[in-house]
């Protein structure tokens, strides 16, 4: 069992930046990945951007070189640093965790809104 709490997420005007911060607890395995996911209204949940506990990381076409995923791996902590934000960036941000090694399983946070006027 993983457990999974954000923060960060809150209301900035275009070209802001913010930084989110998602704790992991529990059985947590060497082997893993912690990703940002978002979804916007009316639209299908996105990878935003992914670690592995090795340290490699992708993101999505729409936020390179803005954001940056960064983990603390004796913290169990996953960090999304988002620069220049844009209103199109505008979702509810959601932490996942998943092993990599069998049995796969995936874990999810509650979400944490982020809002970017224009």
């Known amino acids: 069992q993983v457990q999974l709490v954000e923060s960060g997420g809150g209301l900035v005007q275009a070209g802001g930046s913010l930084r989110l911060s998602c704790a992991a607890s529990?059985?947590?395995?060497?082997?893993?990945?912690m990703d940002w996911y978002r979804q916007a209204p009316g639209k299908q949940r996105e990878l935003v951007a992914g670690?592995?506990?090795?340290?490699?990381?992708n993101y999505a076409d729409s936020v390179k070189g803005r954001f940056t995923i960064s983990r603390d791996n004796a913290k169990n902590t996953v960090y999304l640093q988002m620069n220049s934000l844009k209103p199109e960036d505008t979702a509810v941000y959601y932490c996942h965790f998943a092993r990599l090694v069998p049995p796969r399983r995936d874990y999810w946070g509650q979400g944490t809104q982020v809002t970017v006027s224009s």
């Open positions: 670690i592995t506990s090795g340290g490699t990381s």
């Open positions: 529990g059985s947590i395995f060497r082997g893993n990945t």
